[in-house]
Each structure stands twice: as structure tokens, then as C-alpha cells.
């Protein structure tokens, strides 16, 4: 699900022929609770929507652009270590097919993952951390199938969450809330589709196309922050610095976010000689981190169901669902942080 200013980031790096001839403009999402649908329309409270493309697809047209544009790349090098960003004269060194490399540089951006060498490589009291592992997963079911809505339905229901979504017209993703001890191998497709299909609307179930599973897998959830994003001359960028909880939708954008501003600081340090921007990095993309944390946080305290769930807890869910109906001014609020507003 990619935000606007993602659609646009690519639009400027050269890379939006595919998406915009296959991606899936998204005006909105609809929210349902025990049943009870309200749809929160994105293009009528802030004038903004959000696509549909895979994210192997974004992939797979910035590695085309790379390609044509003579850029080396090296797959599947072997012991990666980061040495001297702490000062002028950083390098990496890796190997590859047995051979050991070393390459100098100005500067480092670690776009290698939560598991990647760049933030290991941080001394550790350098690096302030903050986590939410959620205990819950969400089950995933990917088929063949139309998706059974135009957009997005996000459910809560007394039973757990549950996601209505779709990767193209013709290929739909689903998802229900599961403890994390459950087992993919427990859950046949005709368990999956019924336990679906109790978390839904009426309407919604009875639409539902469904078939044998292309791929099913379980995913835990968890909130994780690094700090700071800079570190001399190495810079963290996506899931270096931050995981996000998927209800949001906000990994990918966050990530592109990142390497947008950073790009920006490294093209004025260049052209104009000037710091400001790469000095600026850190809090800049901070700043966008926390705000997508916290609606992430937020989207996924209102639609799961909680282990330690009391009476209190779920009328308050019932009354967060309430005022979206009620108030437009809660509506665009959720409306400006789904679709990247307050990273403008």
C-alpha cells in the first residue's frame, strides 16, 4: 500500500511507468466492527489516495532502473563488516566467490534490514532502542482470486481482526488475528475461509470468492525504533532503524521515506557543499518515524483483539469506531495519517 508521497518519490527517481499501469488507485478504506462497515473516503476529507503495487514489483523496477543505468551490484557477498565511519575514510569490505573486497567511500547508508550488519555494527552505547512486541500474529492467506472488495476492509470483531486485501485484480491476500503459538500447519484453507468468513459482515462473506492457498504463512507484530539514524558517516535507513506493525501500512513508506530524504541531504552536500541537510537526516526522519509508529500503534489497539481484553477495553474500541463514523474531524485525522499526510 503506497502512500502518495511514495508514488511520487518514484515518480521522480524514473521507476512509475509499471505502477501506474498496474497499480490500484485506492480512494479509501472501510472499517468494520461486529459487522457494522463505515468506509473512510481519503480523496473527499484530505484530497490525497493511496496505490496498490507490490513491493517485489517496486523492487523489481528499481533493480531494472540500476541495470540500465551501468550501476554495479553484488549479490550474495559473504562476511560484510563496516569499518571507519566514525571517521573521514569509511569502507566496507566483504567476499565474494572467495575473494575479498574492500570498497572506500564518503558515506554509508545501511538499508540492510532489522538482521543487517549496519546498525550491529554501532557501538552500543551509541544506539537507544525502543520496543512493542504485540502477542498476536496475523495469518495470511494469499489466492487467486478477485478481491472481494474494491478497497480495503480492516475488521474487528469479538472473535480477532481480520483483513480484506488484495496484491492485483485477479490476486487477493487475507489475513485473521491467531495467537502466536499457533501453527500454519494446523490451518487448512477450508478452516482458514470459514474462521474468515465468521470475522466478516454478512455481505462481505457471502461475496467472498475463495480457493486452494498459493502461500500461507503466519506473522508476528512489533514496534522497534533505533536512535539516532546517523552515526559519523553511516546513515540507517527502513528496517535498520524501525519496524512498524503491518496494520498501518507504513514499512515500505517509511523506508522510502528514508532513502528520499537521505538522497536529498547527499545531493545538496555535493552540489551546494552544504552539511545541513545530512546533519538535519536523523531528526528529520524521526520525526516521520514516530508519527507513523504512533497511528500504527493506534490502528492496531483498535482493531485486535487484546489477551487481557476486559469489558472497559472494548467499549473503548467501540467508541474509537463510533467517533470515525461521527466526527469528520477524527476521520481526516485517520485519513492525513494513512495516507502520509503528516509526513509532508
Not at 7 to 33: I, K, N
Not at 39 to 52: K, Q, S
Not at 105 to 111: I, L
Not at 187 to 199: C, P, V
Amino acid at each position: 500500500m503506497l502512500e502518495q508521497n511514495t508514488v511520487e518519490l518514484l515518480e521522480r527517481a524514473g521507476v512509475s511507468r509499471r505502477l501506474h499501469e498496474e497499480g490500484l488507485v485506492h480512494d479509501g478504506v472501510e472499517l468494520s466492527f461486529d459487522g457494522e462497515r463505515h468506509r473512510i473516503d481519503f480523496r473527499a476529507l484530505v484530497g490525497r489516495t493511496v496505490t496498490v503495487y507490490g513491493q517485489t514489483e517496486v523492487t523489481h523496477d528499481l533493480m531494472d532502473a540500476r541495470v540500465a543505468s551501468g550501476a554495479a551490484t553484488v549479490y550474495e557477498a559473504e562476511n560484510v563488516s563496516l569499518h571507519g565511519f566514525d571517521g573521514a575514510s569509511p569502507k566496507v569490505r566483504y567476499v565474494k566467490d572467495g575473494i575479498g573486497h574492500e570498497i572506500a567511500c564518503d558515506f554509508m547508508a545501511g538499508c540492510d534490514g532489522f538482521h543487517g550488519v549496519s546498525r550491529a555494527s554501532v557501538p552500543a552505547g551509541a544506539l537507544q532502542t525502543f520496543e512493542r512486541v504485540y502477542p498476536f500474529g496475523w495469518l495470511g492467506l494469499m489466492v487467486e482470486k478477485p478481491p472481494v472488495s474494491d478497497e480495503l476492509i480492516y475488521a474487528n470483531h469479538e472473535r480477532g481482526f481480520a483483513l480484506c486485501s488484495m496484491r492485483s485484480r485477479h490476486r487477493s491476500r487475507y489475513y485473521v488475528q491467531v495467537p502466536l503459538d499457533e501453527r500454519v500447519e494446523d490451518w487448512s484453507d477450508d478452516r482458514f475461509w470459514d474462521e474468515l468468513r465468521r470475522r466478516l459482515d454478512a455481505e462481505t462473506a457471502g461475496k467472498l470468492s475463495t480457493g486452494p492457498s498459493m502461500e500461507k504463512s503466519i506473522a508476528p507484530l512489533r514496534s522497534f525504533v533505533a536512535e539516532p539514524m546517523r552515526f559519523g558517516r553511516l546513515f540507517l535507513a527502513g528496517d535498520a532503524a524501525h519496524i512498524v506493525p503491518p496494520t498501518g501500512a507504513k514499512g515500505l513508506n517509511l523506508a522510502a521515506g528514508d532513502v528520499g530524504l537521505l538522497a536529498d541531504a547527499l545531493v545538496e552536500f555535493y552540489a551546494e557543499r552544504s552539511a545541513a541537510g545530512i546533519d538535519a537526516y536523523s531528526a528529520h526522519a524521526l520525526a516521520r518515524v514516530w508519527a507513523a509508529e504512533r497511528f500504527s500503534w493506534w490502528m492496531t489497539s483498535l482493531l485486535h483483539r487484546l489477551p487481557d481484553m476486559d469489558g472497559f477495553t472494548r467499549r473503548i474500541q467501540r467508541a474509537e469506531f463510533d467517533q470515525l463514523r461521527s466526527s469528520e474531524a477524527a476521520a481526516r485525522a485517520m485519513a492525513q495519517s494513512y495516507t502520509g499526510a503528516f509526513s509532508d
